[in-house]
Each structure stands twice: as C-alpha cells, then as structure tokens.
C-alpha cells in the first residue's frame, strides 16, 4: 500500500459544477497537507496547503483535512474551464522531522467542460 | 517576482550519456529541491540543500545520480551513464528555510533513447 492514494480518474464534470477532489494516507507522521495543481508538461503549482485538521478557504478552493480518517479533501466551487488540470496532494511531517519531504498522490485529472 | 527557473525544458539523450540538469531558485530561498517525475505519477523525493550543502541525499536512486549548489543558489543535477528508465520530467523547488511550502520549477523533460 502507497503512504498516499488518489484517484487518478479522469474526473469531466460541467462549467459551474461543484468538484469534489480526495486523498487517503496512511502515515500518521504527516502533519502538513498541500493540494497542487498541474498544467500539461508544466510544474505544480501551489494552490493551498493547511496544517493538522480542520478547513481552509480561498476564493473558490476549499481544503479539508480529517486527521482521524486520514482523508484530506479539495472542494472547488463554480468550476471554470481553466480549471482543467490534474490535482495533486502533497503531505509531509511535522516539525523537526522532515517536513521538507513532500509526499505526493499520483494525482487526478480534471477536465472542466464549457 | 521571478520563480524557479530549470534549463533545459526538453533533453533528449542517447542510452550511456551524462547529462546535467540546471535550477535557477526564486532569489532568496536557502533550500532546494530536486523531484521526480515519472508519467503518470506523482513527484518523488530525490534530494535537499540547504545552502550549499545536501542535507538529506536519501532519495537518489543509485550513485548514477549525483547534484552540486557550489554557492548557495544554482544547482545542478548530474545523471552519468544514463538509462532508458531515467526518462522522466525532473522537476525543482525551493522555499525559505527548510519547509513544506514549496514552489517548483517548469521542469527538464529528460528522455534516454
């Protein structure tokens, strides 16, 4: 079993749809949790990252993490056609360990349809 | 302000060459990151500077792999004697400081014919 699983879809859903994105793990060292995003043959970029459980907002991203589950989630509201991309999380441990050591999913493709 | 740079963006190589990969990190990050990338799939972990020294080289695949950041700020990746299953896209990061807040690079397209 990978420290990180995500589904990798793809996942096609309609402009203005509400996009559920999840990751599971295993390791109960990870303290940090990052969702990326990733464009064809570019680098990720960094969409949000939070810290232990809890939520996050900006703008139309929404992160979740449930640490008693495992499960972290990236919801996006009204979903655009530049949207479209493939998702990753990261995760990495807490402070004085490695923290620097992303984990990542494989990733989930996202298509936006207009 | 400028982000990470890496050159080149594609490299195409002959089985049992040596090839080097350059990163230029945003101005001021003390820390860089070298990943993986095979199609696919996530990146993987393969090294950490922390200034001009690796602080954590636990992610190299074998000692084909080796990298340098002589003053603090470049670094380069040297792949010697390289081999079809090295083709992946090699991507870099950096941050302030030792940190999971990291930016990364476009990436060098690396293919081993």
């Known amino acids: 079993q990978k420290e990180v699983e995500q589904d990798p879809g793809p996942l096609s859903v309609p402009e203005g749809a509400i996009v559920s994105l999840n990751c599971t793990y295993s390791n109960s060292a990870f303290q940090y949790f990052m969702w990326y995003r990733q464009y064809s043959r570019k680098g990720p970029e960094l969409l949000m990252y939070t810290y232990s459980s809890g939520n996050k907002e900006d703008g139309r991203f929404t992160a979740q993490v449930d640490k008693s589950s495992k499960y972290i989630s990236l919801f996006i509201r009204d979903s655009q056609p530049s949207d479209s991309a493939t998702y990753l999380c990261a995760m990495s441990p807490g402070s004085g360990g490695s923290n620097y050591k992303l984990t990542f999913g494989k990733g989930t493709l996202l298509t936006v349809n207009p | 302000g400028a982000g990470v740079s890496q050159t080149p963006s594609n490299k195409v190589t002959e089985k049992g060459k040596y090839v080097e990969l350059r990163c230029d990190p945003i101005?001021?990050?003390?820390?860089l990151y070298w990943y993986r990338q095979s199609l696919g799939q996530g990146p993987e972990f393969l090294i950490y500077?922390?200034?001009?020294?690796?602080?954590?080289d636990s992610g190299l695949p074998n000692d084909r792999f080796f990298a340098v950041r002589p003053e603090g700020s470049v670094s380069t990746l040297k792949i010697q004697r390289t081999e079809r299953g090295d083709s992946a896209m090699y991507l870099c990061a950096s941050s302030l400081d030792r940190n999971y807040e990291q930016y990364f690079g476009p990436g060098t397209r690396l293919t081993v014919t």
């Open positions: 101005s001021g990050h003390t820390a």
């Open positions: 500077f922390q200034g001009t020294g690796a602080a954590d």
